[in-house]
């Protein structure tokens, strides 16, 4: 059974950082590009970060690029995003999916960010 299962999430202040992780289970992790998404309340999901499958290539967001680096650890199917100098815009519920350079084949359930004063 395939299963993302993101966590790492909470309420930060701005300015502040946070580290999302989302562990894979159910299919081969090293094969799969990974990426992190992001949705607010009111908005289309969109594409946050995307790591290739060993790593050797790694894109962001216009908006997170310089603040948020993303990662992985393929011994333990495990991607990482690592959140610095959070704003309040960055508020939103962080979803990871799995899958091909064009396609995503898997979604987790997210995890909710919120950056509050």
Known sequence: QVQLVES????????????????????????KTM????????????????????????TYADSVKGRFTIARDNGKSTVYLQMNSLKPDDTAVY???????????YWG??????VSS
């Open 95 to 105: 979803y990871c999916g799995a899958g091909s350079s064009l396609s995503i084949d």
């Open 109 to 114: 359930q997210g995890t909710q960010v919120t």
């Open 35 to 58: 990426r992190w998404y992001r949705q607010a309340p009111g908005k289309e999901r969109e594409w946050v970060a995307r790591i290739s499958s060993y790593s050797d290539s790694r």
């Open 8 to 31: 790492g999430g909470g309420v930060v202040q701005p300015g502040g950082s946070l580290r999302l992780s989302c562990v894979a289970s159910g299919f081969t992790f090293s094969t």
